[in-house]
């Protein structure tokens, strides 16, 4: 009997183990086969079968990327050395404007979202639920539905091509999620000891900066990372309010680089690379706020 | 008192309140504006008020129809297996196990990064010629020659799919997840003393108490597969032969590559109008549910 059911106990293991294993494949597979490639060199990407590994690994593609030498196997006349995407040589550049622009952001939106969630989740004032309901209103329109306006906007105050334009933007994407999300963070606090301070005289905002926000601390970190990552991967609008590198941001830099017909397999991979680890960095680091936050975001949903 | 706290209030509203107007309710009107006269770019000059002369010429067009196919395609097979793998994955992630953890970080890599990354990396994987997938049932011997994923219609928008499962797969699985930590484990642990197996006890607990979150998930992820974008500029740029010219991509090369904002403005009202039905279906049937 009990041989029994240590062996089916097993079974279960073994079967948990190999659905995850099946799983880690699919999700990893894609990033690691990227990660391969970018140690790879063209000459070595252009052959049949792949190889699963780097044969003769280099770091030629990262070399050329910082400094523009040419990587040995494109440095030959003929067709591999018109492979050579110019375009790969901007990608710290779009990396610094992702990077910029998304932390400001995010900033500005723990900053704003904590100051206007926490007069939703406290205060009592004539047209809140109006306000509320306009600002959460505001999402439902799909993006491409106000493409045209938002550039016609964003030409018409003289911020194309510039950091602020897209910031305006994405602030405008992401303040109501943050809104919403941090007034339910700082309804389900305990209101006793904001109600003791505010007996010893403490104003609205001391109450806020005082007791809030250090306790919707976790809250405020999701927050955060939230704004971060979608204002780090939003496409459209960045591809629309963008011109030169001044301004582009990563998605539209790798995506030129990769649509274009002639481009350097392992230029394209190398770029990815350098794209994915801002954003992998931060989903490893604030994997729990993250998870605990899109939780909460869709059981209010 | 009740003065100066509203005083604060609207104080505190304010930045936001201004930020929104100017980036919402401005860009609707201006896109209503739009819609609703003649504003096409090589013709600058030209722009009487046409009444819903754009939105009929929106409804009219060979590509709108052809999109929607293309678009309805996309969303047969892309939402089913998200929900799916979402449900899937979730389960494993609620087991007590360590591979749940190793799990647990590594499903939020692909939502992490940008849809333009994943795009890339899956038509990378799916390239005809070095793709490594060609490569590796290749030497497994499934196939005898590479195949052209990306370049033959039909294949071309399961490789789309494929691609958006990997990205929005994980994103359902966590929402599952929180869904099936809500159920609690007395249910289960009853459920085995009166006899029921795995699979009883899945069909007549997990299903039924899971089934509100099914309908969130199902809504949010109809929206996202019907408003895909991003993935098909990188990937297929609509191609070939149209096969994954989705349906915002079609309304992106209206106004993008036709130049016609006013038919671009329409139709992306009329894109919005659909997915506002949709959504308020969806939200009435997950009401019935509940009453049921």
Not at chain 1, 13 to 21: F, I, N, R
Not at chain 1, 267 to 278: F, G, H, R
Not at chain 2, 189 to 194: C, E, H, I, Y
Not at chain 2, 235 to 240: E, L, R, V
Request: include cysteine; glycine fraction near 6%.
């Amino acid at each position: 009997m009990t041989t029994y059911i240590a062996s089916r106990a097993f079974r279960r293991q073994a079967g948990l183990w190999a659905a995850t294993l099946v799983m880690l494949v699919f999700i990893l597979g894609p990033i690691l086969w990227m990660l391969d490639s970018s140690f790879q060199g063209e000459t070595e990407l252009l052959t049949r079968p792949s190889h699963l590994l780097p044969q003769q690994p280099t770091i030629a593609n990262f070399n050329y990327i910082f400094t523009g030498a040419v990587p040995q196997g494109l440095n030959v006349r003929g067709t591999l050395r018109s492979r050579i995407s110019q375009e790969a040589r901007e990608v710290p550049a779009a990396l610094e404007n992702s990077a910029i622009i998304a932390l400001t952001v995010a900033l500005v939106n723990v900053a704003l979202g904590a100051l206007a969630a926490y007069t939703f989740a406290r205060l009592k004032f004539r047209g809140k639920s109006l306000v509320f309901n306009f600002l959460l209103g505001t999402r439902l329109l799909p993006a491409i539905a106000v493409a045209i306006p938002y550039y016609a906007i964003v030409s018409a105050l003289g911020l194309l091509d510039s950091y602020l334009g897209l910031i305006l933007v994405y602030l405008t994407f992401s303040l109501p999620f943050t809104i919403w999300f941090l007034r339910d963070y700082i309804i389900s606090l305990p209101i006793d000891i904001e109600e003791a301070a505010q007996i010893d005289g403490c104003s609205r905002l001391q109450l806020l900066l005082r007791i809030v926000l250090p306790l919707a601390a976790p809250g405020l970190a999701a927050a955060g990372a939230f704004a971060f990552m979608s204002s780090y991967n939003e496409f459209l609008f960045a591809l629309l309010l963008t011109q030169t590198i001044s301004s582009q941001t990563l998605p539209v830099i790798l995506s030129s680089v990769a649509t274009n017909p002639d481009a350097s397999l392992a230029l394209i991979a190398t770029s990815v690379v350098l794209a994915m680890v801002p954003p992998l960095l931060f989903a490893i680091a604030f994997q729990r706020f993250l998870t605990r936050g899109l939780v909460a975001a869709l059981g209010k949903g | 008192m009740a003065g100066r706290e509203s005083g604060y209030a609207y104080l505190t509203l304010l930045p936001v309140l201004l930020i929104m107007a100017a980036f919402s309710l401005y860009p609707i009107g201006y896109a209503l504006y739009l819609s609703l006269h003649r504003e096409v770019l090589t013709d600058p000059l030209n722009n009487p008020y046409v009444g819903f002369q754009n939105f009929s010429n929106a409804l009219h067009s060979y590509y709108l129809t052809s999109s929607l196919v293309s678009t309805a395609a996309f969303m047969a097979m892309a939402v089913p297996s998200v929900m799916i793998f979402g449900l899937l994955a979730a389960l494993l992630l609620n087991e007590a196990f360590a591979g749940a953890r190793i799990l647990r970080v590594a499903i939020l890599l692909p939502w992490a990064m940008p849809a333009v990354v994943s795009g890339i990396v899956w038509r990378w994987m799916l390239n005809g010629d070095y793709g490594i997938l060609n490569s590796a049932l290749f030497q497994l011997g499934i196939i005898h020659d590479y195949i052209p994923w990306l370049s033959q219609p039909a294949l071309a928008r399961v490789g789309l799919a494929v691609a958006h499962v990997w990205r929005e797969g994980p994103l359902a699985a966590i929402f599952f997840l929180a869904g099936l930590q809500t159920i609690s484990p007395d249910l289960y642990s009853a459920a085995a003393v009166d006899g029921a197996g795995r699979v009883a006890a899945f069909r007549r607990i997990t299903m039924p108490l899971l089934r509100p979150t099914i309908v969130i998930v199902l809504i949010y992820e109809t929206i996202v597969a019907a408003t895909t974008f991003d993935l098909v500029y990188v990937m297929t740029g609509g191609g070939p032969a149209d096969a994954t010219s989705l349906i915002s991509w079609y309304a992106y090369a209206e106004v993008f590559k036709f130049l016609d904002l006013g038919t671009g403005a329409a139709l992306a009202f009329l894109i919005a109008l659909v997915l506002l039905a949709v959504i308020i279906l969806y939200l009435r049937v997950l009401r019935s549910e509940e009453r049921r």
